[in-house]
């Protein structure tokens, strides 16, 4: 499974930035979509996930300014991302969790992709 994480750049306080992830090579309308962050000196952190039925799943600070959806048909997966602050800045990941589990855990997540570099000028 490959997994292509694109949408990120530079972006004002305020604004709103959508991220994709566009999966291949394995049944994708089967597994959990997950997003994590990361910035320097930092854990890899969650941020939200999806399972295959449509029911999701939030990092509590971020809930209300992010929201995660897919389209299984085409193996997407989105994050929507408004009111972006400063500090949420970071390299975003898309992951892919083969059980279709719903999970915060990131060692639970089977595939990752590359991710996409956000930057959130003050």
């Known amino acids: 499974v490959q997994l292509q994480a694109s949408g990120g750049g530079l972006v004002q306080a305020g604004g709103s930035l959508r991220l994709s992830c566009a999966a291949s090579g394995g049944t994708f309308r089967s597994y959990a979509m997950g997003w994590f962050r990361q910035s320097p000196g930092k854990e890899r952190e969650f941020v939200a996930a999806i399972r295959r039925d449509g029911i999701t799943y939030y990092a509590d600070s971020l809930k209300g300014r992010f929201t995660i959806s897919r389209d299984s048909a085409n193996n997407m997966a989105y994050l929507q991302m408004n009111g972006l602050k400063p500090e949420d800045a970071a390299v975003y990941y898309c992951?892919?969790?083969?059980?279709?589990?719903?999970?915060?855990?990131?060692?639970?997540?089977?595939?990752w992709g590359q991710g996409t570099e956000v930057t959130v000028s003050s």
């Open positions: 992951a892919a969790e083969r059980q279709g589990h719903l999970t915060r855990n990131r060692y639970e997540y089977d595939y």
